[in-house]
């Protein structure tokens, strides 16, 4: 069971994928965070997040993620281009 902490970190983590979604939706966004649960992982994606990592993060997982974001964005399957 999620603690307040949780909670918390939870609705952050909601407001910034918002926001940022608001102000670019096409904004790929990687959460990277050393107080990570399977539940906010869960929910980040479901909001929005490309991907969720928890630290310590593998520096070549870490490269991976940014890696294939930057390719989906550059795709020339989007449906803007």
Same mark, same amino acid.
């Given at each position: 069971?999620? *603690?307040? $902490?949780?909670?918390? +970190?939870?609705?952050?983590? %909601?407001? #910034? &994928?918002? #926001?940022?979604?608001?102000?670019?939706?096409?904004?790929?966004?990687?959460? &990277?965070?050393?107080? %990570?649960?399977?539940?906010? @992982? +869960?929910?980040?994606?479901?909001? %929005? @997040?490309? *991907?969720?990592?928890?630290?310590?993060? *593998?520096?070549?997982? &870490?490269?991976? #993620?940014?890696? $294939?974001?930057?390719?989906?964005? +550059?795709?020339? *399957? +989007?449906?803007?281009?």
């Amino acid at each position: 069971m999620p *603690d307040i $902490a949780d909670n918390i +970190r939870l609705l952050l983590i %909601g407001e #910034v &994928l918002n #926001v940022s979604k608001k102000m670019d939706p096409e904004l790929a966004i990687i959460i &990277l965070t050393g107080h %990570g649960s399977e539940q906010a @992982a +869960r929910e980040g994606i479901e909001q %929005g @997040a490309f *991907d969720y990592l928890t630290k310590p993060c *593998d520096l070549q997982s &870490l490269l991976n #993620v940014i890696n $294939a974001a930057y390719s989906q964005k +550059r795709s020339p *399957d +989007r449906s803007d281009a």
